[in-house]
């Protein structure tokens, strides 16, 4: 048993005599304690009964065990930074050093093979796996007031949680925009009920945002009338 495998207790090896039975001392390197870490000891064992001599020699090679490894966090949303997958192992407690396919930096939206290794002294193994990473959802934030006067000029602003610009369209109603993108303005051409959406459509990291969709009731401005002159001569 020159060959045996880390557990945490010492390595002790083992030995057999002719004639049986004689009294033998082994040391590891010098020393009368058995290794417990992985390592390669020179092993001597000599008799120790004053009624026989005799030497044997070998090298005791403690190997690392083997433990097991999770990868954890292998799908994920796409958030503009570097990625991590993490792992647990078992034993608990050993640091693993994750490799990813082709040493890329796993940011965008995508597939990306990745290994965790054990490293450490006494222990070896490790895990291959895919992190998958996925377009982000967004919102829209679009306020608008929900009562103007024909001669209002209202602006129009919305942003989207991505930060990628927001588009406007005139669904319905007695309304012209100022232009399609945020920031822009409508005016009005009449009274009545005026319908307005803001979207985005998204990219190859984020998803397309719900559409938020506002209502403007228009009506006519009060404007004032005076006659003159009212008293005329004939």
């Known amino acids: ?75 994920q949303a796409y958030n ?33 093979g990745v290994t965790g290794t054990v490293s450490d002294l006494n222990y070896q193994g490790s895990m291959t796996g895919t992190l998958s990473i996925l377009q982000s959802s967004q919102t829209i934030v679009f306020d608008l007031p929900t009562n103007q006067l024909t001669t209002y000029t209202t602006p129009l602003n919305a942003s989207a949680s991505s930060g990628l610009p927001v588009s406007f369209t005139l669904v319905s109603g007695p309304a012209q925009l100022g232009g399609a993108i945020s920031p822009s303005q409508m005016t009005y051409t009449g009274p009545g009920e005026v319908v307005v959406s803001a979207s985005q459509a998204g990219n190859a990291q984020w998803e397309p945002a719900a559409t938020v969709t506002r209502t403007v009731t228009v009506v006519k401005a009060v404007a004032s009338l005076a006659l003159s002159p009212l008293q005329q001569a004939y």
């Open 80 to 112: 503009g930074s570097v990625r991590s997958v993490t792992a647990t192992t078992l034993p608990a407690g050993l640091t693993v050093v994750m490799a990813y396919a082709g040493g890329v930096q796993p940011i965008d939206p995508g597939s990306y």
């Open 1 to 75: 048993d020159l060959l045996q495998t880390y557990n945490g207790d010492p390595r002790v090896v083992s030995y057999t005599t002719e004639p049986p039975g004689i009294a033998v001392e082994v040391r590891y390197e010098g020393l009368t304690n058995a290794p417990v870490a992985v390592g390669s000891y020179e092993v001597t064992a000599t008799f120790s009964d004053p009624l026989y001599e005799g030497l044997a020699t070998g090298a005791l090679v403690v190997a690392k065990a083997d433990a097991s490894v999770y990868l954890d966090g292998l799908t």
